[in-house]
């Protein structure tokens, strides 16, 4: 099955497309996990977006469409991706659409994690990461505790360059502006659940697993 994942910046579209993948062998597809990589290895995509990323921008249609077609023609990931953050706006929704009847595919569920403004600035802007193991941790809802860090035989943490109050605010408007019809867009497909995005981490994985075996039986 094809599952999109949707949600603001910071809703945990990433900590729960990892849980899904864990529990049903699912292949999670990030847009900005590969687009950071393309950017930390210096190609020449990386090259092209990192300036756009760092001010909060969204990088052209072209580009994200041209990644993700590289992923949905792979055999290997035939009807068992996680969209985890596209589509962001309602063109690339029915691109996608397209390019999963070009190869013979359907999307199944649409996952939408509902998350107040206030906190998700929060969540963002308080996330570091361990530059030994990469795990993250939030100054404000999960502080860093120097027994763990120590096992990684260092303690530098790491915030990523687009981390912050200014950048985050932007991206959060532009969430509202482009990716709100995406919702009605699938909500009218009938395939949109709503989640409370609010919930503890493994409340959210429950309801999230009870939704998708349902669709699965």
């Not at 595919?105 to 107040?116: E, T």
């Not at 609010?198 to 994985?205: K, L």
């Amino acid at each position: 099955m094809n599952v999109i994942l949707l949600g603001p910046p910071g809703a945990g579209k990433g900590t729960q497309a990892q849980f899904i993948t864990q529990r049903y062998g699912i292949p999670q597809i990030s847009t900005g996990d590969m687009l950071r990589s393309a950017v930390k290895v210096g190609s020449d995509l990386g090259l092209k977006v990192k300036d756009i990323m760092a001010s909060g921008g969204l990088v052209s249609d072209e580009i994200i469409n041209n990644l993700i077609e590289n992923k949905i023609s792979n055999p290997e990931y035939k009807n068992r991706i996680i969209f985890d953050g596209f589509p962001r706006n309602l063109e690339q929704a029915k691109i996608l659409d397209n390019l999963l009847k070009k190869y013979n595919q359907q999307m199944s569920l649409a996952l939408n994690l509902k998350v107040d403004n206030q906190i998700l600035v929060k969540r963002i802007t308080g996330r570091v990461t361990c530059s030994a193991c990469n795990k993250t941790f939030n100054t404000f809802f999960d502080p860093p505790k120097n027994c763990e860090l120590k096992e990684c035989g260092q303690r530098k943490l790491i915030t990523r360059s687009d981390d912050n109050e200014e950048t985050i605010v932007k991206r959060l408007k532009t969430y509202d502006e482009k990716t709100f019809p995406v919702l009605d867009y699938y909500l009218k497909k009938g395939i949109m659940k709503n989640i409370d995005g609010m919930q503890e981490i493994n409340a959210i994985s429950d309801q999230l697993f009870t939704i998708i075996a349902a669709v699965r039986s």
